[in-house]
């Protein structure tokens, strides 16, 4: 039987706690599920089953959504966050992680969190979830890749100022990003042998050096060597033509250099659908593909759509894995 996902709060006073309880509601009980957080935030009216183990949480499902109540110390409302809020938002993260590595649960689906919040209210020490779940989980590098039916990427460097991309973008990394999507496509969502579309750095992936020197000096001596090797590469590819119907039906996933590069696209093209999906992890996670929304929290309109794909996948791919 596959364990529960545990869905960790995120920021109460964005739209997290409403996405959660509208994401339970929608899904009427096809996946087991916990919400690790303080029942405040929840909005009014949601049934609530109050468990003090995630083994009740078929159980407890059956009379509302299964709460592990983590208390929090501030007062946070709709829209403005507490900052005494900020260290319990970080905690719930922590002790989702414990479930899941620890195996009582099956993956962690993540509320948006504000890094904005957090820096304020707890000196937050990471600039976004990714890198704080790769130093709770203490493997390594984890790459970020945002996924829907329309398409996946994978941005190399995630949550950093553009001035600074192509001097934290480095072979060393883009080799390790490519390596492990490719490892986590093979093993966690069954592609035998990924197509792997690499952007370039710059406009028109530097047009012959005209427009910069990165693919020249390195991006395609590093894509070369690693077909040699058996990955199954495309690139340096020109990023304004990589993201048409008939170039995404070329490639399983697109590694693109920079945030925006990658998240733009995706967004565009699938924005209620798209999944934040965690590889490179020893454990599964994924997290809707939007942020808290404060100008929306507590009206009720916010869209459940994302928080409920993220679910579905983060069973779907406990579901795969237990089956290996």
């Given at each position: 039987m596959i364990k529960p996902i545990v869905v960790s709060c995120g920021e109460p006073a964005g739209v997290g706690p409403e996405v959660a309880a509208k994401a339970y509601a929608s899904l009427s009980g096809e996946i087991p599920l916990a919400y690790v957080g303080d029942p405040r935030h929840l909005p009014i009216g949601t049934p609530l089953s109050m468990i003090d183990d995630i083994s009740e949480v078929r159980q407890a499902m059956k009379h509302g959504l299964p709460i592990l109540h983590h208390n929090f110390a501030g007062n946070s409302v709709s829209g403005h966050p507490d900052p005494l809020d900020a260290q319990g938002v970080i905690d719930v993260i922590?002790?989702?992680?414990?479930?899941?590595?620890?195996?009582?649960?099956?993956?962690?689906?993540?509320?948006?969190?504000?890094?904005?919040?957090?820096?304020?209210?707890?000196?937050?020490?990471?600039?976004?979830?990714?890198?704080?779940?790769?130093?709770?989980?203490?493997?390594?590098?984890?790459?970020?890749?945002?996924?829907?039916?329309?398409?996946?990427?994978?941005?190399?460097?995630?949550?950093?100022?553009?001035?600074?991309?192509?001097?934290?973008?480095?072979?060393?990394?883009?080799?390790?990003?490519?390596t492990i999507t490719d490892a986590d496509l093979k093993t966690r969502f069954g592609i035998d042998a990924p197509r792997i579309a690499v952007a370039g750095l710059n406009p028109h992936a530097g047009e012959g050096g005209a427009m910069g020197a990165e693919e020249l000096d390195w991006i395609a001596d590093l894509m070369k060597d690693m077909r040699s090797e058996g990955f199954n590469l495309a690139g340096p590819l020109p990023a304004d033509t990589m993201f048409h119907a008939a170039s995404r039906a070329r490639y399983d996933v697109a590694v693109c250099m920079y945030h925006d590069q990658a998240l733009i696209p995706i967004k565009t093209l699938d924005f209620d659908r798209g999944v934040n999906v965690t590889l490179g992890l020893p454990f599964i996670r994924t997290s809707p593909d939007h942020g808290t929304a404060f100008d929306i929290a507590g009206k009720g309109i916010a869209n459940p759509t994302s928080m409920i794909e993220a679910l579905k996948l983060a069973y779907h791919l406990a579901q795969k894995q237990a089956a290996l």
């Open positions: 922590a002790r989702c992680v414990d479930l899941v590595t620890s195996g009582a649960a099956s993956g962690l689906c993540t509320a948006p969190i504000n890094k904005k919040a957090l820096k304020d209210g707890a000196q937050f020490a990471y600039p976004g979830h990714t890198e704080y779940l790769q130093a709770l989980a203490k493997s390594g590098q984890a790459v970020m890749m945002l996924a829907s039916d329309e398409l996946r990427v994978v941005p190399t460097t995630i949550h950093i100022a553009l001035k600074d991309v192509p001097h934290q973008l480095t072979p060393k990394l883009l080799r390790e990003t490519i």
